[in-house]
């Protein structure tokens, strides 16, 4: 399935010195076409509107300082023929019109108490680290990831949640961040630069079996090696007592938001196509948390 995607290693950032900041251009410098993986020219990671280009022509359009680098079924086809991208497109909606309701919910405040210090751990991020947060939404897990590292790009096909999500950093935080709007099963980033990729809360919404399976290829192409540091986590929702009791396994949220519970043998699977799993807990009792090392 990644067929249509040339991995290009990132010179620039790969060849980082430890300690070495990366600044906006940079980060900007590490965007590809998610059609073709092909480099993209044309924006220094700050200004509000410009347009991005392949060598090939490909253009995509920076808007408010958030490159669209939406595959072309959920960029342009208003009615996608394929099922999986009316799937992504019912949620893409689903999700800008929730912005404000989500971070609202109480439920969700309290389990963000125990899931980031949990999930920090999980991560080991280190001050020099340059970090993918792969389904940041609403950026509710954001600032504690900027604050711990030295340089994130922060990727949501949700353009709406995008925008929440920069208003909860301040201005000396936004320096070392981009937002862009992507999706995780063709994520258009440089393959083997990123210290720690990220994705929480996520992955229970990818809506086929195929795409899961990109979303975690796309990660782990992104991620270092273990021999250069590199490493993986994410969370996703868990199937499992006492869930079963009352949950339902598979369906839709509302909204029309896909999701489906996994149990841990499951996501290990999931995971191991392309990880090493070092670490996994269901302490959180709702999600799984996993992490692990790039095969
Ligand atoms: C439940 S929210 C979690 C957001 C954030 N990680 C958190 O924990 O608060 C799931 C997010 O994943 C995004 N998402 C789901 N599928 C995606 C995909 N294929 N590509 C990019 N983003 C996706 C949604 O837009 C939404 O913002």
Redesign the pocket.
Known sequence: MLTYFIPKRCKDASNRKENELLNRQDLANLLRCPETGNPLTGWNGTDAEATLRTACGRTYQVVDGIPNLLPDALRTAEAPEDSTARE?RS??AA?DAQVGSYDQMMGLKLFTSFEVPKTLAFLDLQPAHIML??????G??TPAFVDACSAMVC????RE?LRVAKTKLSPKQLEKVIFVQ????MLPVASDVFDRVGS???YE??PTVA?RAG?IAHMARVCKSKAAGGRFSMSAYRWGFPQSLFSEREGHHGGGIYFIRLTQAELRADMEAHFKVEGFTESLLYYHLAWGHKK
């Open positions: 992504k949620e893409m999700r947060e792969g389904g940041c939404g609403t509710r897990m990727v949501d096909f949700s949640s992507a999706d995780l099963s929480f809360g996520v919404h990818i795409t979303a």
